[in-house]
């Protein structure tokens, strides 16, 4: 049986415009449901269990608590959850230290919405697809 409920996605970024036009753009999709936003990794660490999501759209630089910061702490409770990190930076000290706090997906903020929703979808058939 294939599940065809919606993939529940939370937006983590300090930038209202940014998750205005993450979230206006994602809706447009039927197979994703947003279900939360956060406004830095602390917020996000206070509500992420209240939206359940499977996936965590978190940006990297934020106020109170940066993205990577947050990231080490979800996934520290919540193995199961995927965490995609849209950056504006890409380095090679930046991309050794996500790897390290068990991210395995990021982007550049100039990624296309489409690609965005094609890395939702691929996180979630990536965890659907380990052997059990």
Partial sequence: MVNTSPIRVMLVDDHEMVRQGLRTSLQTFN??????????????LLTYREFDPAVIVMDMVMPVMDGLLATQNIL?????????????????????AMQRAGIKKFLTKDVSIDELASAIRSQIKQSNSLPV
């Fill in 76 to 96: 520290a409770n919540n193995p199961e959850i995927k965490i995609i990190i849209l950056t504006n930076y890409h380095d090679d000290n930046l991309v050794s």
């Fill in 31 to 44: 197979d994703i449901e947003l279900v939360g936003e956060a406004s830095n990794g602390k917020e996000a």
